[in-house]
């Protein structure tokens, strides 16, 4: 099983970036996927979250109509579209794959709002 995230990265405030995580080794269409992340000296949060198959999505407060989760199955990938993005967003965001009590992880991609 492996879950690899890229697109992070260093954006000015107001900017925007797409985030992907391609998954392998486990029948991605059937599990819910979600994006986590955490800033330095906090705990890891929920952003994101997209049902198997799509049509549900939730979102945290912080980033509701800014952020948009989306899914590709037949590509194995997920993807975290952030757009206004703040300071306040700054953090390594992991993908993850849920699916009742099981989790996969990836390694996270770092995303650094500054100007």
């Known amino acids: 099983v492996q879950l690899v995230e890229s697109g992070g990265g260093l954006v000015q405030p107001g900017g925007s970036l797409r985030l992907s995580c391609i998954a392998s080794g486990f029948t991605f269409s059937i599990w819910y996927m979600r994006w986590f992340r955490q800033a330095p000296g906090k705990e890891r949060e929920l952003v994101a979250s997209i049902s198997d198959g799509g049509g549900f999505t939730n979102y945290v407060d912080s980033v509701k109509g800014r952020f948009t989760v989306s899914r590709d199955d037949a590509k194995n990938t997920v993807y975290l579209q952030m757009n206004s993005l703040k300071p306040e967003d700054t953090a390594v965001y992991y993908c993850?794959?849920?699916?009742?009590?099981?989790?996969?992880w990836g390694q996270g991609t770092q995303v650094t709002v500054s100007s």
């Open positions: 993850n794959a849920n699916r009742f009590i099981r989790d996969y």
